[in-house]
């Protein structure tokens, strides 16, 4: 597998220009090649959802996208969506509603759940449910996942939520994130 | 000296504050071991045997040698380790068959999935296409899947050198409980089955292992990392004191990381062997394969009763289908079931026999709940069943036989000394929650619509608080370590405070509730205290995080340790402000002097003193932390109530939970906020068991289920909201009367929903049902019933 193709990726907001295998996954581009370990890897069949980002402005499943496939798109991570300075509300409300445990599904769902606000601002309980189903968690139940997603809808409807796109805040962060490299 | 502390005066324990930890990890700012990459890092894959049951007879590595960026295939003889992987439980005066179990397969495979040979180079893809290019003869040998096949004379034998498929047997109890049986009006019996599941974090396991210098530095996603230091000296034959264990940021365990696994000294004794930092990450489909399992019981339950619903004994003969090897505690869990296999109810007599039986899986071990859900499933269903058969309502049956609340401490019929309990009043305030009524007559009214509804009910208490040494130690139950917890409270220069804990917390919450209980006791903000974990570098020898020990043996460690701080803090203010230490007290923030409030010191003042010293007596000595070891006097015993309505659709099957009520009792609240989520997720994993999850072997001993396809974790669309409450009765056992929570949902919640399907059911005629209750078991009893009808 010596073959090697060219890839440019937008990555919250900051342009990349990788050289890469055919086969590598979107996922590990991010995580091996960018150094963007937020977006985690739960399973090998695309089940767990703990893989997703916005390809586009739309929620992917990182694992089942190849990095060919993502050329000349725009991608946002958990990295991209809000820092730890300027969160997004979706991310506000998971720490308001205790919507993690471990958080190894948390950057997902987030993703998630800022897609599903972005399409549809005013879900209901059975809404969220459905449009989770393809995102995992063992440890919450997410009985607060999904208090916290309707949470931020509410946030939402009062005005102060942004489009799933970077942040100021997030684009710098997420390019320091990338310049600490490999494994950052 | 607890008290008020932060600007208005309110303790912040008892407080939904929100956590510490969450920062980071909603930002993508996590670092799991997977996040952590290091300079001429090389990766692993391993191969794995095909085979349920087999003799390797040649392992042909050339072509995967010959690969672009291969370093080494190695296999079991080249590892040169010094011991197998171990079994922490040898219980005094049990024989016990304990077959060597290495990190490499030597000679013969017994399990899919057994690790033959281990392939390591640059690239974590072409070390995966290099594995599959090491050729591995195989001479199959018999298979045995079924634990009560295994038991039958003639069978394929697991471990030929034993002679039988039989590991141990453990008896607990009294020897007349069949007589007292035989004298009770009504004795029913019914075999259940509580079927094998996976721990299923989402974050699977990976090791990163970098050994220089004589110096091995392990990060591993692990509940325990002191235990696997240890293990790691032992079988590298390595100095303790050379080795730091690191469990970073680890997504999840619930008993699935609470092991020594191959991997993790695989990966030590390949560093060692190339000089190169070695990674290795379980893939899903590795971990439904190799990850131990949990559960995996078969248990006949013969329950008596008189005519008037009083119980008189139990008798439970337990199957436990322990895999393949024995793992770190895999023959311990149906004991530590046991114990509390009479649950809440007042007994003449009990009884529990256990058989440890070998198969051809892999090992099972602790996951959440860890012998206590097998426990109380078969005692809360048989419950339900005997209510039946008495024609008494089932949770009639159930107040008839509480332990009453005046009588704890109470010995039960087992030998073990219940804390303190007060079922009634879990009971009573979950009804104030769910009218059974209502739902009944609810039920009434949708049957014409062809859905069937019921509810169910479970009332528990589980044994947590692993544990006190003395009691679970090699002399008493048998596991071979002590089982107290330590901590290491540090006040800095600047008043700032570092707690370490011998816990590894890996999601629960306890950097935020041990900030909570520090920062009352210190009179500073929870944002002040710094909590670290995990890392066998930093702090005194720990033990680790699981059985709901960290805060009832953990967080009573670190209250010992901020007990020893502030009386050093006391006589420095005493000798700072000219009175007695035991005239010093916390009063808003600071420590003062009783009856002159406005003569104090805050900890950052008191913390000035004792590292600048000068104004310290002659022969004080400098500083301001302290150590502490906890070793509890018994175990905890939370307990509560739980209910569960179900609506089941005849047409297809199908169960959905419409309504869970939970009330649990675990103590005082340190955060309450963190005790409802541990209940909902313990109640989401037990709920998966009972209507989803299914490890499944076919006879050949080929896994069936080792996917997130097959193997169905439920998601939010299959789950409702749940409702929780709590009452607080204190333990005795621990200084703050806290208990335990992390397991409790998990524990209560099976028997609840399968009884919940029962009495959806019994109109139908259908008495009795066993997990998982997927559609197609429905569906099935659903036709056998109807068929009985019209026949
Ligand atoms: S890792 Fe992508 S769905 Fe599981
Ligand atoms: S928070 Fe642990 S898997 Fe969701």
Known sequence: MSQRVSVRLRVNGVEHELDVEPRLLLVHALRDELGLTGTHVGCDTSNCGACTVHLDGRAVKSCTVLAVQADEAEVTTIEGLGSPEDLHPVQEAFWEHHGLQCGYCTPGMIMAGADLLARNPDPSEQEVRHALEGNLCRCTGYHNIVKAILSAAETGRRGAIHEPAPSAVGRESAEELAEQGLGA | MSGASDSNGQPWVGRRLRRKEDPPLITGRGRYTDDHSLPGMLFAAIVRSPEAHARVVSIDASAAKQRPGVHAVLTGEDLRLESPLPCAWVPPGVEMNVPDHWPLARGEVNHVGDPVAVVVGQDRYAVVDAAEDVFVEYDPLPVVVDPQEALRDGAPL????????????????????????????????????????????????????????????????????????????????????????????????????????????????????????????????????????????????????????????????LVADLGAYLMLLTPLIPTLGAFVMTGCYEWESARVDITGVFTNKVATDAIRGAGRPEATHMLEVTMDQLAAELGLDPLELRRRNFIPKERFPAETALGMVYDSGDYHGTLARLLEHIDPAEVRREAEGLRARGVYRGIGFSTYTEICGLAPSRIAGPAGVGVQAGLWESALVRVHVSGAVTVYSGTSPHGQGLDTSFAQIVADRLGISPQQVEVMHGDTATGPQGLGTYGSRSLSVGGEAIVKATERVIDKARRIVAHRLEAAPEDVELREGRFSIAGSPDRGMTLAEIAGEAYVVDNMPAGFEPGLEATAFYDPENFVFPFGAHAAVVDVDVETGKVDVVRYVAVDDCGPAINPMLIDGQVHGGIAHAIGQALYERIHYDDEGQLVTGTFVDYALPSAAELPSFETDRTETPSTTTSMGVKGVGEAGTIAASPAVVNAVVDALRPLGIEFLNMPLSPQRVWEAVQQAQEGVRA
């Open chain 2, 158 to 317: 697991v471990h030929e050198q034993f002679g039988t498929n039989r590991v141990h047997r453990w008896s607990l109890g009294a020897d007349d409980v069949e007589q007292v049986l035989e004298r009770s009006d009504v004795v029913i019996e019914r075999r259940i089955v509580n079927h094998r599941t996976s721990g299923a974090p989402i974050e699977p396991r990976a090791v990163l292992a970098d050994y220089r210098s004589g110096e091995l530095t392990v990060t591993t996603s692990t509940q325990v990392p002191h235990f696997v230091r240890l293990f790691l000296a032992l079988m590298l034959g390595m100095s303790e004191e050379r080795i730091r264990v690191i469990a970073p940021d680890v997504g999840g365990g619930f008993g699935a990381k609470l092991q020594m696994y191959g991997e993790e000294a695989l990966c030590a004794a390949v560093a060692r062997h190339l000089n190169r930092p070695v990674k290795w990450v379980e893939t899903r489909s590795e971990h439904m394969m190799v990850s131990h399992h949990g559960r995996d019981q078969v248990a006949t339950v013969r329950m008596g009763a008189t005519r008037d619903g009083r119980l008189t004994g139990v008798h439970i003969q």
